[in-house]
């Protein structure tokens, strides 16, 4: 026998039906997840967007007809409200992709409460908005940013309050000295940095006008020069270029890996770089072979600038100076030199021996660069290196190792003839294999202490952070550390004393370079 529904449960289906459609229509706020979180980044003036704050909105699969229609922002803190030109929000779904966002909402009207609205449908799943400021071009690079999510008011009448994940901080101002594109360059990479005996910052880096490879390729080296602590830069200029040395184009006559130097007892500025010519389309790094011609090995070259930074000399090259016939390659360790207490010229270097090893060391100059000699390897299977003198006057040479893990460390008393293992060597400084960047500052209370800076990660570069040791590199407490860039980018970078209370440091984003005036206190 067939069983018969009965009109009761019909009833009751069709009920329970109605009941379910209504649901959707009449969520809480329970049925929402809005986070919010701050990036560990500087808001870069000179550039158009910078993420300030990001917010996720995670919604239920059966919510896809809601609508935010505004978000309110406290600014309270902020240094000076009048750095800030505009504040933007950017949305985009599923995956946080600020660059490609859609732009919600933006406002002119700077306060210290800011509400930005809009119209972004909401789809079932995360939803990403970020809060991004532009600045003026020029500002107090010691002020700080403080934004804090609010709210989030929805097209149903409900206002929902973040929840705040990660460590909610300041955020520093910074300056996009280089972009990506900016004068027809593509890429900026390999930074430089020093400030001369008169108070300028001179930066130095790769300009690759094509694509971000390295050697061989179209690539001179841009100088960019200021005389405010690093607020303002003059326009960039190019202070070597080989040109089409030899009857091949300029992508087989490409010079670059800057290091730059200044020389303390005469104030002349000297920037080294490796010139590649001919082997087009093949890596450098590869390419060079054993001998001493530019058709055969790269070549090692300087500049000079006698007059503060604003003329450059014609190329010199020194590689039949200090490179060894049967070696691959010789190179400069990029970022920057020194000089001694008794006036000798450092730069850190690099070679690759006739069985393709390379070994970082260094080059000198004992009669202010007119003549120039050769360092032993410190570490086989060792490149970029930094070198700072220490408080017995012996030299430190810190280096990456292809190793991967941490970082090298050796000691020399001799110039270079002979090391040491440091203490610290291969222990001490975490690394992905990667640049870094070394200065020792003469603090007036704190005495010698080294500066590190580099990807403070064994795995990615990312998580850029200087790091600070009181007693010669052997320990770098984690207390006085003070991370600048958290997401990944290129790594490389260069430090300098711009003052007695602050340094300046240039770094690689992603195809750019950003700059950062840090006061040494707060590393204390």
């Known amino acids: ?44 003036t000179l550039k158009d967007k910078n993420k300030v704050i990001q917010m996720k909105l995670t919604i239920p699969q059966e919510s896809s007809d809601i609508v935010v229609t505004s978000l309110d922002f406290n600014l309270k803190g902020t240094t000076d409200l ?41 789809q079932a799943g995360d939803n990403f908005f970020w809060l991004s400021m532009a600045l003026k071009d020029s500002v107090n690079l010691t002020n700080k940013i403080i934004a804090n999510s609010v709210s989030i008011t929805l097209s149903n009448g409900q206002v929902l309050k973040p929840i705040v994940s990660g460590t909610q901080t300041a955020q520093r101002i910074g300056v996009a000295l280089r972009q990506h594109n900016q004068d027809n360059i593509d890429t900026y990479r390999i930074p430089g940095l020093v400030t001369t005996n008169t108070g300028t910052l001179i930066a130095v880096y790769d300009n690759r006008y094509e694509s971000s490879v390295d050697l061989q390729a179209d690539v001179d080296v841009g100088m960019s020069r200021s005389t405010d602590g690093g607020t303002t830069w003059e326009p960039m200029k190019v202070i070597m270029d080989m040109g ?25 500025i000297w920037v080294a770089a490796v010139w ?19 058709e055969e090995t790269s070549q090692f070259v300087l500049v000079k600038s006698e007059d503060d930074g604003i003329t450059w000399s014609d190329p010199i090259n020194i590689t039949s100076q200090i490179k060894k ?98 203490v610290s060597s291969r222990k001490a400084l975490i690394e992905p294999v990667c640049m870094a960047s070394l200065i020792s ?49 290129y790594g490389y970078s260069c430090m300098t004393v711009i003052d007695e209370n602050h340094i300046g440091i240039l770094y690689e984003g992603i195809k750019e370079l950003y700059f950062e005036r840090v006061n040494i206190n707060e590393m204390f």
Request: glycine share 10%.
């Open 441 to 489: 500052f003469d603090h007036r209370e704190k005495g010698k202490i080294l500066l590190f800076f580099n990807p403070n990660n064994e795995k990615r570069r990312s998580n850029m952070t200087i790091k600070t040791s009181f007693d010669q590199g052997i320990t770098w407490p984690t207390k006085n550390q003070l991370e600048l860039y958290e997401e990944s980018c």
């Open 276 to 294: 590649a010519h001919g082997h087009g389309g093949e890596r450098n790094w590869h390419a060079s072979k054993p001998g001493m011609t530019p």
């Open 82 to 122: 009048n750095d800030i030109t505009d504040i933007e929000i950017y949305s985009s779904f599923k995956e946080p992709r600020f660059e490609t966002g859609t732009k919600f909402g933006i406002s002119k009207e700077i306060a210290s409460q800011v509400q930005i609205e809009g119209h972004q449908p909401l």
């Open 244 to 268: 089409e040395y030899g009857g091949k184009p300029q992508n087989e006559n490409g010079i670059g890996d800057p290091s730059i130097l200044v020389d303390r007892n005469t104030g002349t």
């Open 1 to 44: 026998m067939k069983k018969k529904v009965s009109l009761f449960a019909v009833y009751s289906i069709v009920a329970i039906v109605i009941l379910s459609c209504g649901e959707k229509k009449n969520l809480v706020v329970s049925d929402f997840t809005y986070e919010a979180s701050q990036p560990v980044l500087p808001i870069l």
């Open 325 to 422: 016939p049967e070696w691959q390659l010789l190179l400069q360790g990029p970022g920057k030199g020194i000089t001694l207490k008794d006036g000798t010229l450092v730069f850190p270097a690099q070679f690759k021996d006739k069985d393709r090893m390379p070994h970082s060391t260094i080059i000198y100059s004992k009669d202010k660069g007119l003549t120039w000699k050769i360092g032993t390897g410190a570490r086989s299977n060792t490149t970029e290196a930094q070198v700072v003198q220490l408080e017995d006057e012996s030299l430190m040479l810190n280096m990456r190792d292809n190793r991967g893990g941490s970082r090298a460390v050796a000691i020399t008393k001799d110039l270079g003839q002979t090391w040491e293992d440091h």
